[in-house]
């Protein structure tokens, strides 16, 4: 009955409890729970109602009539309206602690075996928690005639041109305002979403933050390329950290922002980057950790908690260029791979025969598919490292570890909610020893997880 009394425009009081896991505040009118982006908890508000919903409403913060402790003001000029970031306003010492809470919400929601005795570690941050990310992917869109590049509004494709984004490495930012401007200065055709028209849709920038390498990569609606050879001949020039440029074709009417086909336009075909003093090569589709200070915190603590041994064969499922994997291949006995991207698995066993390791394998595939095969072939893995998508683990590979589960098993996750659900099944024939949360994206509402599980 609450829906039906109220209207949208209208105002209410409300008490913020805790924030969701979008970093949303959240409280509860007349029993019916209120989502209000911005708010934090132990806030006084008054609520303008913006949507209706059978079960929950949302809102706007009209009024703060309490203020929380921890609330800062976010240094972001365009923090409200870019989407990219979601708790600039909150203290980092505060942010912290919501994305343990947030990991203890989804448990409490999700209710694996035993999961009131869990132990949840204090997340572990960075020292300072700006510029951190080595990788771009900015929109172009041409606004009143003129190339501008950024992020789409949330939950929106309107455009909020962005020229200096705190949580991007310098260095990347740098790049992208020179490449906008070329684009303007050579007057290229930008992508009409809704015209179909026009060719540029999409600027990414990569830097190998311990090497220095740069690489820029035009996401195109065609093969086309006009004025490609002005445009590389100034970039050239003006940028000489830039090492490589590519061309990726991306044709669909999609949401992913890179296609399938990728061209060499200029100077080396991937970069190389540094994790704990072993190199890795970078193409532009390959998957790679956005926070490499931080990607050398969450592998420490992957490789922790798998306590890998000389007699140790070990499956890293959605292994991408190889990264942890590499990281203990010289403790191990064997190390075997799998990734759905070509590319990243030409990158992973590049990056062995640069390592001298000798006793990897990878294959390109899926891990649901690769991994009971190997198992029908007589491979008996002692341990599994696994790093899904956000979707968390897809039901036929968890179907397989259940069904053969080695003795060892490290689950690192980048959804809280996608792993307390996988949880439920693993801790069938597994116990859940500790849960690490690592935080590799500051300012934001996502957490990396890090589970040990022991074979029961």
């Known amino acids: 009955m609450t829906q039906l009394m109220l209207k949208e425009g209208q105002t209410i009081p409300l008490k913020i409890k805790r924030l969701g896991i979008n970093g949303e505040g959240i409280g509860y009118y007349k029993k019916t729970i209120v989502f209000v982006p911005g708010a934090l908890p132990t806030e006084e508000i008054i609520v303008k109602v913006t949507a209706v919903e059978e079960r929950f409403i949302e809102g706007e913060i009209q009024e703060i009539k309490r203020e929380a402790l921890e609330r800062i003001a976010p240094p972001c000029p365009v923090y409200e309206t870019c989407g990219g970031c979601q708790l600039q306003h909150l203290s980092y010492k505060a942010q912290l602690s919501f994305k343990k809470d947030l990991l203890k919400q989804a448990l409490n929601k999700f209710r694996p075996k035993d999961f009131q005795d869990y132990q949840l570690l204090p997340t572990i941050g960075m020292k300072e928690p700006w510029h951190y990310r080595n990788k771009a992917q900015f929109q172009l869109r041409?606004?009143?005639?003129?190339?501008?590049?950024?992020?789409?509004?949330?939950?929106?494709?309107?455009?909020?041109?962005?020229?200096?984004?705190?949580?991007?490495?310098?260095?990347?930012?740098?790049?992208?305002?020179?490449?906008?401007?070329?684009?303007?200065?050579?007057?290229?055709?930008?992508?009409?979403?809704?015209?179909?028209?026009?060719?540029?849709?999409?600027?990414?920038?990569?830097?190998?933050?311990?090497?220095?390498?740069?690489?820029?990569?035009?996401?195109?609606?065609?093969?086309?390329?006009?004025?490609?050879?002005?445009?590389?001949?100034?970039?050239?020039?003006?940028?000489?950290?830039?090492?490589?440029?590519?061309?990726?074709v991306q044709n669909k009417k999609t949401s992913i922002v890179m296609g399938d086909d990728t061209m060499h336009l200029w100077g080396k075909e991937s970069i190389e980057e540094q994790i704990s003093e072993v190199t890795f090569d970078l193409s532009p589709r390959a998957f790679f950790q956005l926070n490499p200070e931080q990607t050398e915190v969450l592998y420490a603590q992957a490789i922790k908690a798998l306590d890998p041994q000389p007699y140790d064969s070990v499956v890293d499922a959605y292994c991408g260029v190889g990264t942890i994997g590499l990281s203990i291949a010289k403790k191990v006995q064997e190390i075997r791979g799998m990734d759905t991207i070509p590319a990243a698995i030409e990158d992973a066993?590049?990056?062995?025969?640069?390592?001298?390791?000798?006793?990897?394998?990878?294959?390109?595939?899926?891990?649901?598919?690769?991994?009971?095969?190997?198992?029908?072939?007589?491979?008996?893995?002692?341990?599994?490292?696994?790093?899904?998508?956000?979707?968390?683990?897809?039901?036929?590979?968890?179907?397989?570890?259940?069904?053969?589960?080695?003795?060892?098993?490290?689950?690192?996750?980048?959804n809280v909610s996608t792993l307390a659900k996988d949880l439920v099944d693993l801790a069938k024939v597994y116990t859940v020893e500790y849960l690490q949360s690592v935080d590799m994206f500051p300012q934001t509402a996502r957490c990396e997880v890090v589970v040990k599980l022991t074979k029961k």
Request: hydrophobic share 40%; aromatic share 6%.
């Open 349 to 414: 066993e590049k990056n062995a025969e640069r390592l001298g390791v000798t006793n990897t394998y990878y294959e390109v595939g899926a891990a649901e598919r690769l991994l009971p095969q190997w198992f029908k072939e007589g491979f008996k893995p002692d341990a599994i490292i696994v790093d899904p998508p956000r979707t968390g683990l897809d039901q036929k590979l968890l179907k397989a570890i259940l069904t053969q589960p080695p003795k060892k098993m490290v689950y690192v996750s980048c």
């Open 142 to 248: 041409e606004i009143e005639g003129e190339v501008q590049a950024g992020l789409y509004q949330a939950e929106s494709h309107q455009l909020v041109p962005i020229t200096d984004c705190l949580v991007q490495q310098p260095a990347i930012t740098k790049v992208m305002n020179v490449i906008v401007a070329l684009l303007n200065k050579y007057h290229l055709p930008i992508y009409d979403e809704q015209k179909n028209s026009g060719i540029f849709r999409t600027i990414m920038v990569r830097v190998g933050i311990q090497t220095g390498e740069l690489q820029v990569v035009f996401i195109t609606q065609s093969t086309k390329f006009p004025k490609k050879r002005d445009l590389l001949q100034e970039i050239q020039e003006q940028l000489p950290e830039v090492v490589s440029i590519m061309q990726n």
